[in-house]
């Protein structure tokens, strides 16, 4: 089961009651729009603790249609591209939550982990050093 920007936004609302729902849902409208014009503009988005989404480009090819097997040209394209951070692979591979705060317990052995911080930075990808 996914969770949509409506989930998303309710689940936050929930947990800051204080702020408007309509705040809350303009907030993380603004923050995927961030996101997407930065990914538009080539550039790497990094989320400390979560992850980063950069945009590789694949480039022009022969592909084959597969209801008649004929060669059909693919034109180059770019693509979003996520990568998860190690702690949030951890915390998934963890499986568990902490129904006190909705955030992941730690593994068992762990002493566990820091708050994540949600700051983003966001810089241009050097399509050069990156081989795109």
Do not use: C
């Not at 089961?1 to 705040?23: F, W, Y």
């Not at 849902?25 to 980063?52: D, H, K, P, T, Y």
């Not at 915390?91 to 983003?120: C, H, L, Q, W, Y």
Request: proline fraction near 7%.
């Amino acid at each position: 089961m996914a969770m949509t920007r409506r989930e998303l936004t309710q689940a936050i609302a929930e947990r800051r009651p204080h702020l408007p729902r309509r705040e809350v849902e303009r907030a993380v409208n603004q923050v995927f729009r961030a996101m997407a014009e930065a990914l538009r503009r080539g550039e790497r988005i990094e989320i400390r603790g979560f992850g980063s989404f950069i945009v590789k480009r694949r480039n022009e090819r022969a592909g084959l249609n597969p209801r008649t097997g004929a060669a059909v040209h693919v034109p180059a394209k770019r693509t979003p591209f996520f990568k998860a951070g190690k702690e949030i692979r951890e915390r998934v591979e963890a499986g568990r939550v902490n129904p006190d705060n909705s955030t992941f317990a730690a593994p068992a052995g762990t002493a566990g982990f820091a708050p994540v911080k949600a700051t983003a930075r966001i810089r241009p990808v050097d399509t050069a050093q990156r081989g795109g």
